[in-house]
Nanobody
Framework: VQLQASGGGLVQPGGSLRLSCVVYGFSSGDGAIGWFRQAPGKEREWVSCISVDGTTYYGDSVKGRFTISKDNARNTVYLQMNNLKPEDTAVYYC???????????????????WGQGTLVTVSS
């Protein structure tokens, strides 16, 4: 299983970015795909995930601003990020959890496969 995250960059506050995560060797029916982020000096934080049946979940800090979606034909999960704030600055990672259940979605130890991360910087 391999995950490749991309789409990060430098954006001004209030701007938008769309992150992509291409997943190899892990079908949409195998488990959930999630996004985490890690800011300098901080713990890796759960951001969002999408379950096998397409149900979406969000952390409180991004709810209403970020949208997760998946394109099964392209084996790709997206994270649309709008109204970005400086505190959103972090390296963003996508991860896959085989058999992950919704109640464990925030637990990074439940995700067995990780992408390499993509840096998002929100600054004027």
């Amino acid at each position: 299983v391999q995950l490749q995250a991309s789409g990060g960059g430098l954006v001004q506050p209030g701007g938008s970015l769309r992150l992509s995560c291409v997943v190899y060797g892990f079908s949409s029916g195998d488990g959930a795909i999630g996004w985490f982020r890690q800011a300098p000096g901080k713990e890796r934080e759960w951001v969002s995930c999408i379950s096998v049946d397409g149900t979406t979940y969000y952390g409180d800090s991004v709810k209403g601003r970020f949208t997760i979606s998946k394109d099964n034909a392209r084996n790709t999960v997206y994270l649309q990020m709008n109204n970005l704030k400086p505190e959103d600055t972090a390296v963003y990672y996508c991860a896959a959890g085989r058999g992950l259940i919704a109640s464990s979605r925030r637990d990074k130890t439940q995700y067995g496969y990780w992408g390499q991360g993509t840096l998002v910087t929100v600054s004027s």
